[in-house]
Structures are given as C-alpha cells and as structure tokens.
C-alpha cells in the first residue's frame, strides 16, 4: 500500500470515528434533554397542583364587605381542588340545605385582624333560622380562655334597641359580650347562618352581614 492509500484509509478511518462519536452524543444530549423535559413537566404538574389546592379558597368565592363564603363547596359542583383541600384539612362545610358559612381575616378597613388588637361587632336580624359568630386561630382552632366562651349565637347574643346586637374581641376581658382573641396573633371570625334562602349564594349582595371595627390596640 502506497503512503497516499494508508493516508487515504487513515482519514476514512478518523471520519468513521467521528461520525460514532457525533452519534453517541446526540443520543446522550436527546436522552438528556428527554429527562429534563420528564423533570420539568413533573415539577410543574406537582407545582400547579399543590398550588391549586392550597389556594382552593380563593376559587368560587364571593365577597360581602370582609365577610367572604364559598356556597359551591359542599356541592356536587365544587371543584376537584377545593375537595381535595378539605379532605387534606378534615374541614366539613355546611351542605346547601343546612346554611352557609362566612369568613372574615380583615376589618372593615382590610386590615388583618389581630390578637392585641379590640374590634366591635355590630350587627343586626339576619334571613336565617339562627345564626353562629366564633373567633378562631388561623389554623381553625378555638381560644382557650377562663369562662370557655367560644362563640354566640341568635339565641343568647345581648340585644340592643330590640333587634341589633354588639360583640367586642380582644385580648383582656370586656363587658358585654365578649370573645377572646390571642395577643399579637391573627385570627379569624366565622360567621354561620343556617337555613338561610341565601344558602346557594343567591341574593347573597342583599344580606347585611355584621360590620367589624378596630378599637384600639395593646
């Protein structure tokens, strides 16, 4: 073999080389990308999921002044998410026949509620059989305090001129009715009327939820 053949079959042979070489990294950079796009869709499906169900409240809910309800969530029209988050907190709604439940975490004004702080419920008759208020930890949990006072109710709430009523909350024990609330922490107020017309969210603009307003702080 002449000098010239051998260069020949040495350069055939380095392209043949290259070419498997060219090969095997475009399977590895294809096999690559895949599990980064298989990484990427997973993070994302779990990302979005976990998202969805932890800001399930925030889906088909109505608002009236800082009071907000979801009517839809114990019916067969709630959707997937706002399931799944109940069965994750073990909460159990109120169903449309029984009534509907409001939640308030801010004032009048849209300032959080706190522990330290007085508010002044005021309110008066609501279209409801009997109506609930509760003060509760943002976790759901009552507040342990001495007269294991938790909440009212229609039924035992002071009445004023007949027909309106007045809660005060915070920290130190007032007169009148009062619930306790933590100091410097938040909390929330829930707010149920049961065997109300308004149960499926119809006319729910009309009703005339009770007003929160801050008093003073510790």
């Known amino acids: 073999m002449t000098a010239f053949s051998e260069k020949v079959a040495t350069e055939a042979e380095d392209a043949l080389d290259l ?4 090969r095997e990294l475009g399977r590895v950079r294809l096999i690559r990308d895949i599990i980064l ?9 779990i990302g979005s999921s976990y998202l969805a ?3 399930a409240d925030k889906l088909a809910v109505f608002k009236v002044g800082p009071w907000h309800a979801w009517p839809d969530a114990s019916s067969p029209k ?3 998410y706002s399931k799944a988050d109940q069965a994750r907190r073990g909460s159990l709604m109120l169903g449309s026949a029984e009534g509907i439940a409001f939640v308030a975490e801010t004032d009048d004004e849209g300032t959080p509620l ?4 007085q508010y002044r419920i005021t309110g008066s008759e609501l279209p409801a059989r009997i109506w609930t208020v509760t003060l509760a930890n943002m976790n759901g949990t009552l507040v342990e305090n001495p007269s294991e006072r938790f909440g009212y109710h229609s039924q035992n709430v002071a009445r004023i001129n007949g027909s309106e009523f007045e809660i005060v909350t915070g920290p130190d024990v007032s007169g009148g009715d009062w619930l306790k609330s933590e100091a410097n922490k938040p909390f929330k107020l829930i707010f149920r009327l049961y065997e109300t017309p ?3 969210g ?3 603009s009309e009703i005339r939820l009770p007003q929160i307003a801050w ?3 510790q």
């Open 19 to 22: 070419n498997d070489r060219n």
């Open 37 to 45: 796009f298989i990484v990427v869709a997973v993070g994302l499906g």
């Open 53 to 55: 169900i932890n800001n």
């Open 78 to 80: 709630a959707n997937p």
């Open 114 to 117: 706190d522990g330290g702080c």
């Open 198 to 200: 308004h149960a499926s």
């Open 202 to 204: 119809d006319g729910y």
């Open 215 to 217: 008093m003073s702080c």
